[in-house]
């Protein structure tokens, strides 16, 4: 099993990584068409939710301590993935 410290560096690099492509999707909304736009809001919202959730579960994993941060591990495991499948899904929309 990877230590408390792997899981945190590697969860915290998706993150990252996902918040940069959130950024480059709203970019691409302004840019786009008013129907298009609103799409691209409402989407991002839900994006943004996802996201927000993500990084509650990394700063609880960050701050839990012992057998605890185990549990915590499989739910933020659980919210990075929503937020992936979310992101992909929207740019398969848009692009």
């Known amino acids: 099993m990877a230590s408390k410290e792997a899981?945190?560096?590697k969860q915290e690099a998706k993150i990252e990584e996902m918040k940069a492509e959130i950024d480059r999707l709203k970019a691409k909304a302004k840019q786009s068409g008013a129907e298009s736009q609103i799409k691209y809001e409402e989407?991002?919202?839900e994006i943004e939710a996802?996201?927000?959730s993500a990084e509650d579960k990394l700063?609880?994993?960050k701050s839990a301590s012992g057998d605890a941060w185990?549990?915590?591990q499989t739910g933020l495991e659980s919210a990075t993935q929503s937020l992936s499948t979310a992101?992909?899904?929207a740019k398969q929309e848009f692009d």
């Open 87 to 89: 992101l992909k899904s």
């Open 7 to 9: 899981v945190e560096k």
């Open 43 to 45: 989407k991002m919202e």
């Open 50 to 52: 996802l996201k927000d």
């Open 59 to 61: 700063d609880k994993l």
């Open 70 to 72: 185990s549990d915590i």
